[in-house]
């Protein structure tokens, strides 16, 4: 091996040596790690190494808080208004009624936006229909007056198309959402 | 539910230990460790039993970087006001790196190289190599993922290694 792929591999190893300790390699890098290994006396050096260091750090023990603290705590504590532990979910008493109005609030908001965003369909009462009614009457009454006294008569499916229909499309439109046809 | 003093009892050592290795000595741990459990008291109504522990790690961890901060900040201020040659002295009287390689304490080096990584290399060897915890408690508290807690602990271990290398040399430990 060049040395340069040498040292390449050398600092490939020790980065690796502690997930190798953990056996977080994949098998494909722990096996290329222990080939290389078996071969550098160095990194072979630095694995023991490293496994000593954990072992000695595993070992340094668990301290002991001094009694003196924890009591020192306690005798601090006890001089100042006990923090009472709450249930999760709880509010201080004065707070309800500003959340209830807030929540009121809130649903009125939401009304007026899905209100707001469907315009209302035009509100007409009876009357303005039954008025709607007797003028077409009165319209096409007045249509076939004048066809009597010009003394020529309108065939019935010329009438239909071309007077009815359009006065029952504008009428529609004017009344109710979708014309009918 | 337990009470406040059964939560103390549960607890001090572990928050104690975790600042006697961040920081390095008894009387800022005593001190790191009587705050916290003051600021649990504080805010008892607010901490949840369930995540009590992963809590007093975080406002541990948190004090403890604050200690060393104000630590590094009073050096500052005793270096600018003319303290030089006192800190000098103090750096003189230091044992100097052969007589430390003659130190055949290694818990002792591990310790205070341990306290010289920096953050969150140290609170992760901490928490992983010396209090025990999975990497998914550890990354519950730091707020990391799994595998992050994991690069962090292999480098931090890498970084010890190094550490002791040169100070110990190969062959002593």
Redesign the interface.
């Known amino acids: 091996m060049a040395r340069s792929d040498e040292e390449t591999t050398c600092a490939w190893a020790r980065q690796v040596i502690e997930a190798y300790l953990d056996g977080d390699l994949t098998a494909d890098e722990a096996a290329r790690l222990e080939s290389h290994l078996s071969g550098c006396q160095a990194c072979a050096e630095e694995l023991a190494l490293a496994k000593r260091l954990n072992l000695a750090l595993r070992d340094l023990p668990e301290q002991r808080c001094p009694d003196r603290i924890a009591d020192a705590v306690l005798d601090r504590v006890g001089k100042e208004p006990r923090a009472a532990r709450r249930p999760a979910g709880w509010y201080p008493r004065v707070w309800r009624p500003a959340a209830l109005a807030a929540m009121l609030l809130l649903v009125a908001i939401t009304a007026l936006v899905i209100k707001g965003a469907k315009p209302p369909p035009p509100t007409v009462t009876p009357e303005e229909i039954v008025r709607a009614e007797q003028q077409v009457r009165w319209t096409l009454a007045y249509v076939g007056e004048i066809g009597r006294r010009s003394a020529f008569t309108v065939r019935d499916d010329v009438l239909e198309s071309r007077i009815v229909h359009p006065i029952r499309k504008a009428f529609s439109d004017v009344f109710e959402e979708e014309p009918t046809s | ?1 337990p009470d ?2 059964e939560i ?2 549960q607890h ?6 975790f600042s ?2 961040c920081l390095g000595n ?1 009387q800022d ?2 001190d790191v ?2 705050e916290v ?2 600021r649990l ?5 607010k901490v ?2 369930d995540s009590i522990r992963p809590w007093l790690i975080r406002v541990t961890r948190n004090a403890c970087i604050d200690a060393i901060r104000k630590r590094r900040s009073y050096r500052a201020v005793v270096a600018d006001e003319g303290y030089e040659v006192m800190l000098t002295s103090a750096a003189d009287a230091q044992p100097d790196p052969s007589s430390v390689m003659e130190i055949s304490d ?2 002792q080096q ?2 205070e190289a ?1 306290e010289r990584l920096g953050d969150p290399y140290r609170t992760i ?1 901490i928490l992983r ?4 915890m999975t990497y998914a408690e550890i990354g519950e508290v730091l707020g990391v993922p799994l595998n992050t807690v ?1 690069v962090y ?3 931090g ?2 970084m ?2 190094e550490q ?2 040169e100070r110990v040399g ?1 062959g002593q ?1």
């Not at chain 2, 190599?129 to 025990?132: K, M």
């Open positions: 539910m406040f003093r103390v009892e001090r050592h572990r928050v104690y230990t006697f290795y008894a741990a005593e460790t009587q459990l003051v008291w504080k805010n008892w109504h949840k039993m290694l818990k591990l310790r341990v060897v190599e010396i209090q025990d994991k602990l292999h480098r271990r890498r010890l290694r002791l290398r190969h430990i």
